[in-house]
């Protein structure tokens, strides 16, 4: 019953959601978003609405939460290319961080599948689907880290998806983490909390995404990207004479 | 799949940094901010926010302590060494202030540049990281032992240090000065 209720609440809010995408044109500006957006409602329906055989319904629930992972590994792609569109040098440290990060990450499943014989049968799902969500995270950690070190001005509907989306991909790993475990089983609450965090980042994004609002436009009076070097000669020069302002001040 | 313990904790740096995110607000709001009514860095005269010196070092300087201390008064030790503790810690948190200007001036004008070099990056926050450790080492140095100690303590450090350096280069004479004797006799 609660959970026919979260799913019911949950389809509401995509209908609302993908209406006011196109009231607003922001249908235009978030074109993978929405994709997954009306991908998940599309199949919440027909999940919700139509009884198929159990094993129908394995092989269907595996292959929209697939379909919707991928889905859901390009919108991260979409913040990034939104987000960065106006900073390049920010966009290439985010290239940088994100080529290191799935560098460690390659390496490492590698590392663990090659000691594993057959790992390929005996991987389920939730497993390939927490490396991808894990993957996921880290990319939004990542941005979002690039986002406020460099004071990236970000509007309030790009703000709403990226908060709505890394909360619910946090939520996912945990729970799949547990699952891994065995201490989340189907029917249990933590079952129960997955879709109250979608039920949330639902709720999140209708509210940031009511309305249009442009990505503010950086100040266009800084210096010229050629003078690159100068300033981080400068800044270089600045933090050693903090270091040497300190070491004068506390030293003598 | 990692382990459960991994999960938790990118899951809460991801909350913290999205949390960040949020409360940072408007963007605008957050440019508006930033434009302090400190005049720009002049590199002739340094950094605007930060006072002389001198007048920092007078802070970790054990003489006024001396002093106070030979007037035998317990009461007036104490407030001094209050005083002296509540100052310290203002100029460190002034000067850490101070660094982290430089670093958003700098992550500032050079966001939009599309020459960014990583290496030049990598190098310039592991020196910030480095100055905020420093910051905090003193801050915590301070509550604990007081300014006039860690002055004295520093001093001692860097005079210990100098010890080093001159043995060293009174080793490194030594040695030239037998090789030279070496080649000669060989000769």
Redesign the interface.
Known sequence: MISHSIWFAGIVLELLLVLRGIQQNLIRRYPIFFSYIGFVFLSDILMFSMRFPPRIYLYLYWLTEFVGLILGCLVVFEFYRVALS?????A??SR?LLAVLFVVAAAKTVVRTASVPQWWFNTTP??VE??LR?CE??A??SL??L?????????KNL?GI??GY??F???S??C???V??G?AKADSLWSYTFAFSYLITLIVWTVHLWSYQPN?V??RA??L?????R??A??????????G??A????? | ????TL??L??C???L??A???T?GS??Q??LA?RTDLPP?D?SS??PS?CP?EF??R???PADSTFVAAERSGELVRLFQHERRVVALV?VHQ?KT??HR?????????????????V??A??LS??V??LA??DL?ILAIQAAGPAR??AV??Y??SLSQSFADAQHALAITNAARDLRGASTAH
């Not at chain 1, 106006?86 to 920010?90: N, Q």
């Not at chain 2, 799949?1 to 459960?4: A, E, K, V």
């Open positions: 106006l900073f390049p040098g920010t290439r440290m940088a939730a497993q927490g490396v894990v995270l880290l939004i950690l979002t880290v986002l406020l070190f460099y004071s990236i001005p970000i509007g703000r990226l908060i890394g909360l991909v946090s939520w790993v945990v799949l983490s547990l891994a475990i201490v503010p950086p100040d800084i210096p990207e050629q003078e690159y070097q300033v981080a400068a800044t270089q020069r600045r933090l050693h004479d903090a270091r302002y300190l004068k001040a506390v030293g003598s | 799949m990692i382990s459960i999960a938790i990118i899951c740096a991801v909350m940094s999205l960040l995110l949020a940072r963007s605008v957050r440019e930033f860095y590199e340094g950094d930060l010196p920092a070092a802070i970790f300087s100029w000067t101070a660094i430089i670093m958003r001036e700098h992550t500032r004008l050079t966001r939009q540049s599309a020459d960014l070099n990583l030049t990056e190098k310039l020196h910030y480095q100055l420093i910051c003193l860690l002055g520093a001093t450090a860097a």
